[in-house]
């Protein structure tokens, strides 16, 4: 049996009522497979800027380096001193967003199954900013080497999920011809490594009009930094929100999984926040642990965990924002019981 160390970020918010919920998944994926996950809870975040100073101190970067992987929470107004400061630290440069329709969730169609794939490192979340004089400058990075990379991330994908074989490429070169017509010219330079995978082109807002008008015609997205981020979150509310949206921040030779959405301090309390983003996340890094370690056992584990949530969400056992009456925990606790029941 392998042994995973996982550091663990319960976040702010609603975060550590889904990290709650989302242990109740994990202890069941330890005692059922057998996994060895040893989960190490690490300081970041507001609460922790407003305890120690820092929103992320050393000692939990330190922590977050010596672990196999990173399961975060959502963070509040300190994020970009957390999980930017991350993905740039351990060059996580590929945002792995899938976005897929669920049973017995309010979703614009039932066969919605697409991932987008974001650049995660460069761009204008680079955070070059500054004034000159009265007017405020943002720089907007983007490199051959990150183009390819992403790219190359994107086409791999299409290739393992075997679906539609398609990658659609998204840029908005027409207006920003330097930056993304790079981006535009690299990802055709790669496609045509792939000759088994179909490739096209889309401007970013005919795609935002296209994943409402079709968003089942979609394969895998590959886009740049700020244009995934956006497309993510509209494309989220096709299958019943953010709380149906993992995440996975993956570089070389390290990865981060986290829900999409943010802290939503007006419902911490309440436990009425969808724990299905950060439970999904946590299926997102056995795959993760699986591929990288080539441990089946992780696989597997990833498998069950999201037939676990389907059956759950089969059985009624929801948010109130979906019809339901189940708390977040209660969510979790009904998750983890279909895996003990499998």
């Not at 922590?63 to 351990?90: N, Q, W, Y």
């Not at 199954?113 to 007017?135: A, H, M, P, Q, S």
């Not at 008008?213 to 993510?232: A, R």
Request: proline share 4%; charged share 25%; aromatic share 8%.
């Amino acid at each position: 049996m392998n042994n995973y160390n996982i550091a663990l970020i319960s976040g702010d918010g609603i975060g550590p009522e889904l990290t709650e919920a989302t242990i109740k998944v994990l202890k069941a994926i330890q005692s059922k497979f057998e996994v060895g996950l040893n989960i190490i809870e690490v300081d970041a975040g507001d609460r922790c800027l407003e305890n120690r100073g820092v929103a992320l101190p050393k000692t939990s970067i330190e922590t977050i380096k010596s672990s196999h992987a990173c399961l975060k929470g959502p963070v509040g107004e300190t994020a970009a001193d957390v999980i930017v400061k991350l993905r740039l630290m351990f060059d996580l440069y590929a945002n792995f967003r899938p976005i897929k329709a669920y049973p017995s969730v309010p979703c614009m169609w039932p066969d919605i199954d697409f991932v987008i794939v974001r650049e995660n490192t460069e761009g204008l979340y680079k955070g070059l900013e500054f004034t000159l004089n009265d007017t405020a400058i943002c720089l907007r990075v983007i490199t051959r080497k990150g183009c390819e990379r992403i790219a190359k991330q994107a086409f791999e994908l299409a290739r393992r999920r075997n679906m539609k074989q398609r990658v659609t490429a998204v840029h908005k070169a027409n207006v920003m011809k330097v930056t993304c017509g790079l981006f535009a010219e690299v990802c055709r330079e790669v496609s045509q490594l792939y000759p088994d995978i179909d490739f096209d082109e889309q401007y970013v807002d005919a795609t935002a009009m296209r994943l409402i008008k079709e968003p089942q015609k979609f394969d895998v997205i590959v886009t740049t930094n700020m244009f995934g981020d956006i497309l993510s979150d509209e494309a989220a509310q096709l299958i019943g929100g953010l709380g149906m949206a993992p995440a996975a921040n993956v570089g070389e030779n390290f990865a981060i999984f986290e829900p999409v959405h943010g802290s939503a301090p007006d419902l911490v309390g309440k436990q009425t926040a969808n724990p299905c983003s950060m439970i999904l996340a946590s299926k997102m890094m056995f795959d993760w642990l699986g591929e990288r370690y080539g441990d089946s056992v992780c696989s597997t584990a990833a498998v069950a965990i999201e037939d676990a949530v389907v059956e759950t969400l089969c059985k009624g056992i929801t948010i109130p924002d979906f019809g339901g009456t189940a708390k977040t925990l209660e969510m979790g606790e009904a998750i983890a019981n279909e895996i003990f029941g499998k």
